[in-house]
């Protein structure tokens, strides 16, 4: 297992490099030193300014949806359960929408660490976020749960198919490109943002793991090992609705990483132990976004495609294949 995790950790590295040094104009490790040198070196600005807050968005919002799928699926025990069925993205983006189709100004930009689209976005997941704490803290049953997530995803896309109906058509473009997803807008401010709430809430998710492999088995034998399940399931929604409302918010909707990603560590592990799955698969999660987000810009250079487009095309045919042989 050790290995494997150290190989994962390799791929993460190699990832993030490539990453970094390929782009309509590739460039080497000496660009970015001559430009922190002090050296007006045009290439370097372009690796340190653009290429590397890019691929480090990308690591952190894949190893956080990858977390996020993981902890749903195990939770619902329903291997199609993703970071998204939960309403979390479709709140996102009625906040979003408020703001570009209707012009709505929820807040104004409170900082250089989030525009006020990114605000509107975590305004919007919040009202989700807070619905689901509330039904989670009431019953019992994960089905139910689940239904109530689901409701709340068609409850907000159907106002923003309003505000998309009476919207002009710049603005109903500008919301579309939003909602395929992309890291080309992060920044250095943004990324702070995302790894200083990110980052700390993935780490907690591993003191969920002796709870995770415990409910594999189901929730009453979950309560005779001495967990107070309740606890466990708001513990579990507010780790998931917070780690895909961020990624969202910044980055629009990302397909497909959440869902498969789990699934993929699973086979190459070959174990059900979460002590092995969480960090297993915030490695995977963050190697593939950045592969992936690699061949959205490259694919078809100079323009470059959704990042939604690529890892659909990715995690579709495994999700196919573990329909079918499940």
Known sequence: MTKKLFLLLILLTVSIFLGIIIGSVNASIFDLIKFLSGKNDVLGYIVFEVRMPRTFAAAIAGASLAVSG??????????????YVLGISSAASFGVALYILAGV????????????????????????????VLVAAKVRSGVTLLIVGLMIGYAFSAVDQILITFANA????????????????????????????????????????????????????????????????????????????VVTAYCGIIAFVGLAVPHIVRLFFKTSNHFILIPASA???????????????????????????????????????LVINR
Request: charged content about 10%.
């Open 70 to 83: 993981l902890l749903l699926q195990t939770y619902f025990r329903n291997p199609l359960a993703g970071p």
């Open 105 to 132: 100004i929820l807040v104004p930009n409170f900082s250089f660490y989030a525009p006020a689209f990114v605000v509107s976005a975590l305004l919007g997941s919040a009202i989700a976020i807070l619905v689901l």
């Open 170 to 245: 710049r603005n109903v473009q500008i919301y579309i490109l939003w909602s395929f997803g992309t890291f080309s807008g992060v920044t250095w401010s943004y990324l702070e943002f995302m790894l200083i709430i990110l980052l700390p809430v993935i780490v907690s998710s591993f003191f969920l793991s002796k709870s995770l492999n415990a409910l594999l088995l189901g929730e009453e034998y979950a309560k005779t090992m001495g967990i107070n399940v309740k606890v466990v399931r708001i513990a579990i929604m507010c780790i998931s609705a917070i780690l895909t409302a």
């Open 283 to 321: 490695l995977a999660g963050a190697s593939i976004t950045v592969l992936c987000d690699i061949i959205a810009r490259m694919l078809l250079n100079p323009i470059e495609l959704p990042i939604s487009v690529v890892t659909s095309l990715f995690g579709a045919p495994i999700v196919i294949y």
